[in-house]
């Protein structure tokens, strides 16, 4: 079974090292070759030169397209290379992948065409600097409750896992600048099954989120028209699916400048990136009093 993590990032010199040798060490406790690539998305700073600089398989937009389209970027290049599931991991540091087994099992399973990260249900757990975002978030699921009639507890969560269908899916159609509530909206209408599993979210290893001060007023009001548009373009009552459409690989449009499917480089010196020789093996290690200490 092939696994890309698609990971995007924006201005994020100071954590993509360290992202990356979060995936690294997590292949290299559990003796795996997960596939990552990085989406660099017109980056401003140093993040182009370390991701060549460290040979890091990545595909860079010319310009700043937003977090959708980067986003989207990684799954086109998973759809039309033919991987079995794409998993969304944020370039900042926040997500571990110490959950990626979690997110993987229901599609695995056949349980689930998408599994949500979900720091709100019992055993998920985020560090957050106050109530605003959390309230965000309650905001958002009654919003999916009331067009879709579908509870997501954390629908702003981009720890994803993603099917074959769906990467197909979200391929041809996918939100910007703000996706994953909207998206969310247009798999449960397209019928294709969400399931949400705990996992542990940290703060960012470094640089700042792009939703802050005005931005976070657009991005509530971006998102609810979002979650209404997805919902009203679609007709009837969302669809059951058993067994998820197929669209042919020809569908999906290559990425122009990336027409090989890069190998996975060696370990990074992890002397020269502070923090990542401090990684923790297991997620009984999650105490968090001691995990923000040990490591960020």
């Not at 399973?109 to 309650?138: C, F, H, M, P």
């Not at 370990?267 to 968090?288: F, H």
Request: proline fraction near 5%; aromatic fraction near 10%.
């Amino acid at each position: 079974m092939k696994v890309l993590l698609i990971i995007p990032a924006y201005n994020e010199e100071a954590s993509i090292l360290y992202t990356i040798e979060t995936v690294r060490h997590f292949n290299r406790q559990n003796n795996l070759q997960l596939e990552y690539i990085v989406i660099n998305d017109g980056s401003k700073d140093r993040t182009e030169r370390i991701l060549r600089d460290n040979e890091i398989p990545h595909i860079t937009h010319p310009r700043n397209r937003g977090i959708g389209r980067a986003v989207q970027s990684g799954y086109r290049y998973a759809a039309a290379h033919g991987y079995d599931i794409a998993i969304q991991y944020d370039g900042d540091g926040q997500h571990d992948a110490r959950f990626i087994m979690d997110l993987i099992e229901p599609i695995v399973n056949g349980e689930a065409d998408l599994v949500i990260g979900s720091r709100y249900i019992k055993g998920g757990k985020y560090y957050t600097n106050g109530g605003l975002r959390r309230a965000g978030g309650r905001f958002i699921s009654l919003l999916l409750y009331l067009f879709c009639y579908r509870a997501i507890q954390d629908p702003t969560s981009g720890f994803r896992a993603a099917s074959a269908d769906v990467v197909r899916h979200f391929a041809k159609h996918y939100r910007n600048p703000y996706p994953e509530p909207a998206s969310l909206a247009d798999l449960i209408w397209e019928g294709f099954r969400i399931k949400e599993v705990p996992v542990a979210m940290r703060k960012r290893y470094g640089g700042r989120s792009s939703i802050r001060n005005w931005r976070t007023l657009y991005y509530m009001y971006y998102t609810t028209v979002s979650i209404y548009e997805e919902s009203h373009r679609k007709e009837g009552a969302p669809k059951t699916r058993d067994i998820a459409e197929t669209v042919k690989s020809g569908d999906i449009q290559e990425i122009a400048d990336l027409t090989e499917n890069p190998e996975i480089p060696g370990p990074a010196n992890v002397s020269e990136i502070p923090g990542a020789a401090d990684l923790p093996t297991d997620k009984k290690d999650m105490q968090y009093g001691q995990y923000e200490n040990s490591f960020l």
